[in-house]
């Protein structure tokens, strides 16, 4: 039995729950260095929320030839094609009467969880696909410009070649093909509510904490596709960094509290040029960036690649120059600081910027609630 099946068949144990998140929980403890994160609604009427029937309804409005084009070309014109298709569909649901509810978004939530440990099955990285899915979710949405209002989660956008060449989403495209295998089996959530509650269901499924989401982005087109240079340069310093985050609207604070999400995953030479991981449990959210980025000895990697450091210890460990300019910058360090020493502390600020960044770009009249939503994770289920 692969690990993804066996990992499965446990979480249909509820009683077996806590057990296994102990169990998961102790195999990610990142103290063990490895060297080589409504309100009830009146009762109503039941709804038809099952995906046959809305299947039956937009296939009326993907017919023939044009539909086989649309599902099966990767041009730019059948993406936009297929936007208007489901724009059209909204009008399908309306039919069928449904409209999705909190409980269908926790079934996409759960079938994304479902996935990400099939990595482990494929030898992908280090047994997780929650890493990428985290920074689709962040790259989508990090492009938002608050002067223009242009940019954010709310068009998807990187499904588009412009956006999804830009040098800062090598790589996404591991992401965006996963997340398709969920978007045919709920065909009616939106790309944007999709690449979004991945990155909310990668964070609370590898320990972190409650990311409050709510849906209503929608789909749009290849002409709103952001210029590129919208998304950081591990390359530079503390004053590109400040420029980027500023111009999204976040501070300081907050600036260091999402950096923090590079606890996760790794860099990789044939997407940024980077390489390695930022600390020795990369399928863990914690706040072991922070102390590391203190307590280690980082100096000058010597190789043929961009500039990097590299832990003086193991030399397995990376960090990029924008990440060694927290501790260089005064008012960045103290929250390095207070976010090493204290971790509930960076996942309550980690939680709340992460829920507004994932916001940004969304016009408020678009949301299905007015408050988000906390997804339950699969271990409390």
């Not at 569909?89 to 978004?105: G, L, R, S």
């Not at 709310?154 to 997340?179: C, I, S």
């Not at 090493?340 to 992460?354: I, P, T, Y």
């Amino acid at each position: 039995m692969s690990f993804a099946a066996l990992r499965a068949s446990a979480r249909r144990v509820g009683a077996a729950a806590p057990t296994a998140r102990a169990t998961r929980t102790a195999l990610r403890n990142p103290a063990f260095r490895k060297y080589s994160t409504e309100a009830p609604q009146p009762p109503q009427a039941p709804k038809k929320s099952n995906n046959a029937a809305l299947l039956g309804a937009l296939g009326v409005a993907a017919l023939g030839g044009v539909a086989f084009w649309v599902y099966t070309s990767n041009s730019d014109s059948a993406r936009e094609a297929g936007t208007a298709i489901r724009s059209g569909a909204q009008a399908a649901k309306a039919a069928t009467n449904f409209v999705p509810t909190k409980e269908d978004y926790q079934k996409v939530y759960n079938r994304i969880a479902e996935i990400l440990d099939e990595a482990a099955d494929k030898g992908y990285d280090d047994g997780s696909y929650g890493p990428v899915l985290v920074r689709l979710a962040w790259h989508s949405s990090g492009t938002y410009d608050k002067e223009t209002n242009t940019g954010g989660s709310n068009y998807a956008t990187m499904r588009f070649e412009p956006e999804a060449k830009h040098g800062a989403n090598n790589g996404l495209n591991v992401a965006r093909d996963l997340l398709e295998q969920v978007k045919k089996e709920f065909p009616w959530i939106s790309y944007g509510d999709l690449w979004t509650l991945g990155g909310v269901a990668a964070i609370q499924e590898l320990g972190g904490p409650k990311i409050p989401w709510r849906p209503g982005r929608i789909d749009g087109f290849a002409a709103q596709c952001t210029p590129d240079g919208r998304l950081p340069d591990g390359a530079k310093g503390a004053d590109h960094v400040r420029n980027i985050f500023y111009r999204m609207g976040f501070n300081d604070q907050e600036i260091v509290a999402l950096i923090g999400a590079h606890a996760l995953g790794r860099c990789h030479r044939d997407r940024s040029g980077f390489e390695g991981p930022w600390t020795f449990s990369p399928t863990s959210v914690t706040n072991e960036f922070y102390k590391l980025l203190l307590n280690e000895k980082w100096v000058w990697k010597k190789w043929d690649g961009p500039k990097q450091l590299e832990d003086k210890t193991t030399h397995s460990l990376m960090m990029l120059p924008s990440d060694y300019a927290l501790v260089q910058d005064k008012a960045f360090k103290k929250w390095v600081q207070a976010y090493a020493q204290d971790e509930q502390l960076w996942f309550k600020d980690f939680s709340a910027v992460l829920a507004k960044l994932f916001e940004l770009g969304v016009p408020p009249q678009q949301w299905v609630t007015s408050e988000p939503w906390i997804m339950k994770s699969t271990d409390e289920q």
